[in-house]
């Protein structure tokens, strides 16, 4: 169409020359028949269809159905609620609207939410899955039976999503992971139906290395005995190390229910280690920090934790100001667009800023609907998975990349220096660095030339 319009130009441009140049009464010579150009009304008409081909917008045939499952009141409720609230706000951000629910989502007055981008419907379902993994399997099985669900989303636990995994590979469905952590989602357990918006463990432990290997040399760690706290222990060992730390003793595993830490705590105060790194998730953590100080540990050595979301700070750090230290994600740190939008909406809208997952679930949202702007429109598994794999787009940590080998979400991540836990609006630190930390490909061994040329990892259970 753009030849045509060049080729009509230059017969408009050659005529007015020869018709100056060219004597009076000259007999135009005969020439042999070409190629008739174009009419004006063809070249308007060419226009007119490449103009509307470039405005053309979002065209689904049927609505795109997502489930959305977390934890809205189980042990980990409360990052279930950062999931709920910042999936919502990103499919508002990168849909351009509120949902049909309003500004503010309430999984009390309502269940599902329904946005619209373009000729494009986009529904969300949300199920509460208490981190269950009985309760993810009945419901994920409903979402998909019952309701039709073209992707689904979730969820807090990484044990639970170890289940919703094996049903979305049976169902042929997408899942995006967010916000779990744990290694194995895109190590052992990896399928081609799984993909991540959260860093997986061994990103975590990469992030807090690079801080804590600048401030001790020796370590300890204590973590929970299931497939998370495994897989971070490993991870931190590993990373730690190529930083050049020395591991005392060897890494201490307490179940996920503990409420009396004593022993542990006493294996840990007498290690002989600067600084105790812990990996822990939900409200067992305040008996842990407790022995910690009833044993000594607090005031003999360091506690080498990544910062935690902004309810628990200062509970948990209250004597560590000062501390450096890796995070995830605080609304204080990325410096974008689609993080002035979290930022501006979310406490208006639920009385709190930002929190730690607020990130992972908004980056889900923003892929759900980039996969599918990329598919035109086409919700197959085969298409959307396909769409996935090696997609970049623009979320509040800046660019996401979900890497084709293994599914991982490659993303910034933060260093910060706690400089108070008072304040009202959790500002409660100052930035140092970002990182982006690229972990080794954990896929199994079966799998492992998926990996192609990136670093195979050696992780226990690997």
């Not at 918006?197 to 299931?226: G, H, K, W």
Request: proline fraction near 5%; include cysteine.
């Amino acid at each position: 169409m753009k030849v045509l319009r060049t080729l009509a130009f230059l017969l408009v441009v050659m005529s007015l020359v020869l018709a100056a140049c060219a004597p009076a009464a000259t007999e135009a010579p005969v020439e042999e028949a070409t190629e008739a150009p174009a009419t004006e009304e063809a070249v308007t008409e060419a226009a007119t269809e490449e103009a509307a081909e470039e405005t053309a917008g979002l065209s689904c045939a049927e609505p795109v159905k997502i489930g959305l499952i977390t934890d809205a009141t189980g042990a980990l409720a409360i990052y279930g609620a950062h999931i709920l609230r910042s999936f919502m706000l990103g499919m508002e951000y990168a849909t351009g609207a509120a949902g049909s629910a309003g500004e503010k989502f309430d999984l009390a007055a309502a269940q599902e939410n329904t946005f619209k981008l373009d000729d494009c419907e986009f529904i969300v379902y949300v199920r509460d899955d208490a981190s269950n993994p009985e309760n993810t399997a009945t419901v994920a099985r409903e979402l998909i039976d019952v309701q039709g669900v073209n992707i689904l989303v979730g969820t807090a636990s990484s044990g639970a999503t170890a289940t919703l995994q094996g049903i979305a590979l049976e169902s042929g469905i997408p899942l995006i992971v967010a916000p779990a952590a744990a290694n194995d989602i895109t190590g052992v357990n990896f399928n081609e139906y799984t993909f991540r918006t959260s860093r997986n463990n061994y990103q975590d432990a990469m992030n807090e290395c690079v801080a804590l290997t600048q401030q001790y040399a020796t370590f300890v760690q204590i973590a929970p005995d299931y497939a998370f706290g495994q897989g971070s222990a490993a991870a931190f060992r590993d990373a730690c190390t190529l930083e050049g730390a020395e591991f005392v003793a060897d890494d201490i595993f307490a179940p996920l229910d503990t409420t009396d830490f004593t022993p542990y705590m006493e294996q840990i105060a007498s290690s002989g280690a600067e600084a105790y790194i812990v990996t822990w998730a939900g409200s067992g953590f305040v008996s842990l920090m407790q022995a910690a100080k009833d044993q000594g540990v607090t005031e003999s050595m360091a506690l080498g934790a990544t910062f935690i979301d902004n309810v628990l700070m200062p509970t948990f750090f209250a004597n560590a100001v000062g501390t450096t230290a890796g995070i995830l994600y605080h609304y204080s740190a990325p410096d974008n667009a689609a993080n002035d939008f979290l930022v501006a909406n979310t406490k208006p809208r639920y009385g709190v800023n930002p929190d730690l997952f607020d990130a992972d679930g908004m980056n889900a949202a923003i892929l759900v609907v980039e996969a599918v702007k990329a598919t035109a429109g086409d919700v197959s598994g085969e298409a959307l998975k396909t769409a996935m794999e090696g997609i970049e787009f623009e979320g509040p940590k800046g660019t996401v990349y979900i890497r084709p080998e293994d599914h991982v979400a490659i993303q910034d991540m933060y260093i910060l220096t706690l400089t108070n836990v008072t304040d009202p609006d959790a500002a409660f630190y100052e930035y140092v660095d970002t990182t982006r930390p690229e972990p080794p490909c954990l896929l199994p061994e079966a799998l492992k030339d998926r990996c192609g040329d990136l670093p195979y990892g050696t992780l226990s259970g690997q």
